[in-house]
């Protein structure tokens, strides 16, 4: 750490723990030997289980240890075990990878671990001489409830992202979509430039305007309003911009286009040297151009100027501005 002063250890203090690291490798090597066998023996004991809880307790990350351990209970340990008792395991393999997470979030193969654990959890018990699905809802339930926590400890975290996804398409009970809508407001009003965020309220848009459960023209006017409040409050962040390309989409709609226009250049007003205002003018300047008003001098003029006004501000992407002036010029001299 900085402005921290260093201790100077002593040989015999250095000497002591190089010899400590020694042994962690020693005591590491000779598990992963001794997992590894039983692995090629095809050994489904309750002894090579718990040797490989002690293995991924110190390497989360060896995923042939995590699929050595899957087979030791679908050999070994299922064939004998109730259905209750099933459950009770998959819980404690739950329960496992949550201490794992909360010290590895971003490792893939404790969530995939989670996804074959949640595959495999029985129905339920036998209610009314018929299975129920109380197992099944309950894990499934909790495990929405851990996602959560674990997005309130990393917002941005994508593997957490993704697996909310699978696990909300996953559910026994389906969850309303538009109480997916809310939560990520609730995410993106705490921090405007969580990617992840907007781009699963997309995902949650298309299916709604798919199913026909929302108006698209509405509901695009209302969420453009969201956005509006993005940009304004950080117009540096790309976030929201990204976002507002997807939601105008090829900008068939020439009011709402020309409507965003206007904002945007009221925001340059207040943020003259804004990258993201200039090049979302170019764009959907272009888009304009392109689609409803092609032989527009005034809007090739504009986009022109934007592009040298940007190629002056972020010279690293002034080869990027020049070729779209090009495409702009081009484009004029087609028609």
């Known amino acids: 750490m900085h402005s921290v002063r260093r201790v100077r250890q002593s040989q015999a203090a250095i000497q002591a723990n190089k010899e400590r690291e020694r042994s962690k490798i020693a005591e590491y090597l000779a598990l992963t030997n001794d997992v590894i066998s039983r692995k090629k023996n095809k050994e489904w004991s309750m002894d ?30 299922f ?32 969530w995939n671990h989670r996804r074959w654990c949640l595959q495999n959890i029985p129905d339920g018990p036998i209610v009314e001489d018929k299975p129920s699905l109380q197992w099944r809802i309950d894990s499934w339930n909790k495990e ?17 992202w993704n697996y909310r996804r699978y696990v909300l398409a996953s559910m026994p009970i389906q969850r309303p979509e538009t109480a997916e809508l809310a939560y990520t407001t609730r995410k993106i009003s705490s921090s405007f430039s969580n990617f992840s965020a907007w781009h699963q309220r997309s995902k ?47 900008g068939e709609n020439e009011k709402q286009l020309m409507r965003e226009i206007t904002v945007i250049e009221e925001l340059l007003n207040e943020q003259p040297d804004s990258k993201w205002c200039m090049d979302s003018l170019v764009y959907y300047n272009k888009l304009l151009l392109e689609k ?20 002056d501000i972020d010279p690293p992407r002034r080869h990027r501005y020049r070729e779209s002036g090009d495409f702009v010029v081009s484009h004029s001299v087609a028609l």
Request: aromatic share 10%; with cysteine; proline share 4%.
């Open 48 to 77: 090579a289980f718990d040797a490989t809880q002690r293995l991924l307790e110190k390497n989360p990350e060896f995923y042939t240890v995590w699929n050595y351990r899957r087979n030791i209970m679908l050999n070994g340990i």
């Open 79 to 110: 064939p004998d075990s109730t259905s209750e008792q099933i459950n009770n395991i998959l819980a404690s393999e739950l329960m496992l990878t949550t201490t794992a997470l909360k010290e590895h979030p971003k490792v893939y193969w404790l």
């Open 144 to 160: 929405l409830a851990v996602v959560e926590k674990m997005l309130n400890a990393d917002a941005r975290n994508f593997l957490a």
């Open 204 to 250: 949650i848009y298309t299916s709604l305007w798919r199913s026909g459960e929302l108006d698209p023209v509405k509901s695009r006017d209302e969420e453009l309003r969201l956005i509006h409040n993005a940009i304004y409050t950080d117009p540096d962040d790309q976030s929201a911009w990204i976002y507002h390309r997807w939601l105008i989409g090829s």
């Open 292 to 311: 409803h008003r092609p032989y527009s001098t005034e809007l090739r003029e504009k986009c022109l100027a934007l592009l040298r006004r940007l190629e």
